[in-house]
């Protein structure tokens, strides 16, 4: 079963707006990373956190951790047209490695 | 360019026929895998490959086969394929075990079976 839950399943904002998604798993983890997927495409890696780390940033995404509630945020700030896409969760938890089940951004010109 | 080809793009095909869907990386990844996604499903892990020689199931394995005779490539093999298989498939390779360093991922297979 997938333990990575994404929080909101969709979301629509203003170009310029900040958009944040968030994770909720349920086991252990040795790392939590995150992918964007345009509409068909592959799945990009865009950051990975470890499971000793609290924030991590990356341009315009941060990336927060937080073990003790088994929960992730990603924050990408002033959101472009570009930015559109689907955002998934993916969790390392030693033998087990799943991704969530998304959060679809829209964001308006 | 570091990346993971898959072949075909889109494949329509008819029930039973076998095919093969070919993935390749250039980047000397130890770990390769296979995912379907589909609608309010996610992805599901149908087969991975730690090493030349070296797979195991993932989470939805039944209709499918693969093989790693090359460090390269991975192909994933339906040898009687059923509608139930129509799906997106994505091939994905890391340097690590299971992703744990971030997957590269293939552009991915459309397959249609009628």
């Known amino acids: 079963s997938q333990q990575g839950e994404e929080d909101p399943q969709a979301l629509s904002i203003q170009e310029g707006e900040n958009a944040t998604m968030n994770c909720s798993y349920k086991?252990?983890?040795?790392?939590l990373q995150w992918y964007r997927q345009n509409s068909g495409r592959g799945l990009v890696h865009l950051i990975l956190?470890?499971?000793?780390?609290r924030e991590k940033h990356s341009g315009r995404l941060r990336v927060t951790l937080d073990t003790s509630k088994k929960s992730s945020s990603l924050l990408i700030t002033a959101s472009r047209a570009a930015d559109t896409a689907s955002y998934f969760c993916?969790?390392?938890?030693?033998?087990?490695?799943?991704f969530g089940t998304g959060t679809s951004l829209t964001v308006i010109p | 360019e570091a990346q993971v080809t898959q072949n075909p793009r889109y494949l329509i095909t008819v029930t039973g026929k076998k095919l093969t869907v070919t993935c390749s990386q250039n980047?000397?990844?130890?770990?390769m895998s296979w995912y379907r996604q589909d609608p309010g499903l996610g992805l599901r892990q149908i087969y991975y490959?730690?090493?030349?020689?070296?797979?195991d199931k993932g989470d939805v394995p039944e209709g499918y086969k693969v093989s790693r005779k090359e460090k390269r490539n991975f192909p994933l093999i339906l040898e009687s394929p059923s509608p139930n298989q129509t799906s997106l498939y994505f091939c994905?390779?890391?340097?690590?075990?299971?992703?744990?360093?971030?997957?590269?991922f293939g552009s991915g297979t459309r397959l249609t079976v009628v």
């Open positions: 994905a390779s890391s340097w690590g075990g299971q992703g744990i360093d971030g997957y590269t």
């Open positions: 086991t252990s983890i040795n790392n």
């Open positions: 956190i470890r499971s000793n780390e």
């Open positions: 993916a969790t390392d938890a030693g033998n087990q490695f799943y």
């Open positions: 980047m000397n990844h130890e770990y």
């Open positions: 490959s730690m090493n030349v020689e070296v797979t």
